[in-house]
Protein backbone atom coordinates (compact mmCIF):
# COMPACT_ATOMS: atom_id res chain seq x y z
CA UNK A 1 0.00 0.00 0.00
CA UNK A 2 1.65 3.49 -0.89
CA UNK A 3 1.92 5.71 1.96
CA UNK A 4 0.98 9.87 2.47
CA UNK A 5 2.31 12.94 4.78
CA UNK A 6 0.04 13.45 7.56
CA UNK A 7 0.32 16.42 9.62
CA UNK A 8 -1.83 17.24 13.03
CA UNK A 9 -1.15 20.65 14.44
CA UNK A 10 -3.11 22.38 17.54
CA UNK A 11 -2.64 25.84 18.72
CA UNK A 12 0.14 24.70 20.96
CA UNK A 13 2.39 22.61 18.73
CA UNK A 14 2.86 19.67 15.95
CA UNK A 15 0.94 17.31 17.80
CA UNK A 16 1.89 14.21 15.18
CA UNK A 17 3.78 14.16 11.62
CA UNK A 18 4.61 10.93 9.61
CA UNK A 19 4.01 8.72 6.83
CA UNK A 20 1.11 6.76 6.73
CA UNK A 21 -1.37 3.99 4.77
CA UNK A 22 -5.05 5.40 5.48
CA UNK A 23 -6.65 7.79 7.50
CA UNK A 24 -10.06 7.77 9.26
CA UNK A 25 -11.53 10.96 10.65
CA UNK A 26 -15.07 12.34 12.24
CA UNK A 27 -17.00 14.78 10.03
CA UNK A 28 -20.22 16.73 10.80
CA UNK A 29 -21.31 14.25 7.79
CA UNK A 30 -19.86 10.67 9.47
CA UNK A 31 -16.80 8.80 9.28
CA UNK A 32 -14.63 10.20 6.21
CA UNK A 33 -11.90 7.70 5.31
CA UNK A 34 -9.04 9.11 2.83
CA UNK A 35 -5.49 7.12 1.29
CA UNK A 36 -2.84 8.30 -1.10
CA UNK A 37 -4.65 10.21 -4.02
CA UNK A 38 -7.72 11.16 -2.26
CA UNK A 39 -9.23 14.55 -4.21
CA UNK A 40 -7.79 17.32 -3.13
CA UNK A 41 -10.54 19.32 -0.68
CA UNK A 42 -11.28 20.91 2.52
CA UNK A 43 -13.34 19.02 5.06
CA UNK A 44 -14.86 19.74 8.98
CA UNK A 45 -13.09 18.08 11.54
CA UNK A 46 -15.89 16.97 14.63
CA UNK A 47 -14.58 16.21 17.80
CA UNK A 48 -13.95 12.58 18.27
CA UNK A 49 -11.71 10.04 17.24
CA UNK A 50 -8.63 10.32 14.77
CA UNK A 51 -7.14 6.73 13.51
CA UNK A 52 -4.30 6.35 11.97
CA UNK A 53 -3.50 3.79 10.08
CA UNK A 54 0.50 2.58 9.09
CA UNK A 55 1.84 -1.37 7.79
CA UNK A 56 2.92 -1.78 11.50
CA UNK A 57 0.46 0.06 13.79
CA UNK A 58 -2.53 1.80 14.29
CA UNK A 59 -2.91 4.58 16.37
CA UNK A 60 -6.11 6.21 17.75
CA UNK A 61 -5.98 10.09 18.68
CA UNK A 62 -9.12 11.81 20.34
CA UNK A 63 -9.61 15.67 19.23
CA UNK A 64 -11.51 18.55 19.00
CA UNK A 65 -12.95 20.12 16.39
CA UNK A 66 -11.31 21.60 13.51
CA UNK A 67 -10.48 21.37 9.60
CA UNK A 68 -8.72 19.07 7.53
CA UNK A 69 -6.95 20.25 4.46
CA UNK A 70 -5.98 17.17 1.70
CA UNK A 71 -3.64 17.96 -1.01
CA UNK A 72 -2.23 15.32 -3.62
CA UNK A 73 0.07 13.21 -1.56
CA UNK A 74 -0.62 15.04 1.61
CA UNK A 75 -3.10 15.82 4.47
CA UNK A 76 -2.91 18.33 7.27
CA UNK A 77 -5.41 18.36 9.99
CA UNK A 78 -5.80 21.51 12.44
CA UNK A 79 -7.62 20.97 15.88
CA UNK A 80 -7.99 22.76 18.77
CA UNK A 81 -6.98 19.91 21.04
CA UNK A 82 -5.44 15.86 20.58
CA UNK A 83 -4.45 13.57 23.00
CA UNK A 84 -3.31 9.96 22.47
CA UNK A 85 -6.73 7.16 23.03
CA UNK A 86 -4.40 5.67 25.02
CA UNK A 87 -3.39 8.00 27.39
CA UNK A 88 -5.52 7.76 30.64
CA UNK A 89 -6.88 11.60 30.23
CA UNK A 90 -8.21 10.97 34.27
CA UNK A 91 -4.76 10.14 35.28
CA UNK A 92 -3.75 12.57 37.76
CA UNK A 93 -1.21 10.91 39.17
CA UNK A 94 1.85 13.65 38.22
CA UNK A 95 -0.13 16.10 39.18
CA UNK A 96 -0.31 17.27 42.67
CA UNK A 97 -2.32 19.53 43.99
CA UNK A 98 -0.28 21.04 46.17
CA UNK A 99 2.28 21.23 42.86
CA UNK A 100 0.20 22.64 40.32
CA UNK A 101 1.73 25.32 38.13
CA UNK A 102 0.71 27.02 34.78
CA UNK A 103 1.81 24.08 32.42
CA UNK A 104 0.25 21.67 34.48
CA UNK A 105 -3.03 23.50 34.95
CA UNK A 106 -3.32 23.85 31.32
CA UNK A 107 -2.30 20.19 30.79
CA UNK A 108 -5.12 18.68 33.02
CA UNK A 109 -7.72 21.21 31.28
CA UNK A 110 -6.46 19.82 27.88
CA UNK A 111 -6.45 16.14 29.31
CA UNK A 112 -10.35 17.39 30.59
CA UNK A 113 -11.17 18.96 27.03
CA UNK A 114 -10.34 15.45 25.57
CA UNK A 115 -11.92 13.62 28.08
CA UNK A 116 -15.05 15.44 27.33
CA UNK A 117 -14.73 15.36 23.74
CA UNK A 118 -14.42 11.51 23.95
CA UNK A 119 -17.78 11.53 26.00
CA UNK A 120 -19.26 13.47 23.46
CA UNK A 121 -18.70 11.00 21.20
CA UNK A 122 -19.43 8.38 22.79
CA UNK A 123 -23.16 9.51 23.46
CA UNK A 124 -23.40 10.47 19.62
CA UNK A 125 -22.18 6.75 19.10
CA UNK A 126 -24.37 5.37 21.41
CA UNK A 127 -27.52 7.52 20.38
CA UNK A 128 -26.91 6.53 16.52
CA UNK A 129 -27.14 3.14 17.51
CA UNK A 130 -30.03 3.23 19.24
CA UNK A 131 -31.82 4.50 16.33
Known amino acids: MSTFRLSIVTPEKEFY?????YLSVDTPDGKAGFMRGAMPRI???????IVIKTSVIETDIICGDGLICVGDDEVTI????CVYANDDVNDESDDSVNELDGAKTAR???KAKAGIAASIKKMRDKKSDDR
Open 17 to 21: SGDIE
Open 43 to 49: VALSAGH
Open 78 to 81: ISEK
Open 108 to 110: MID
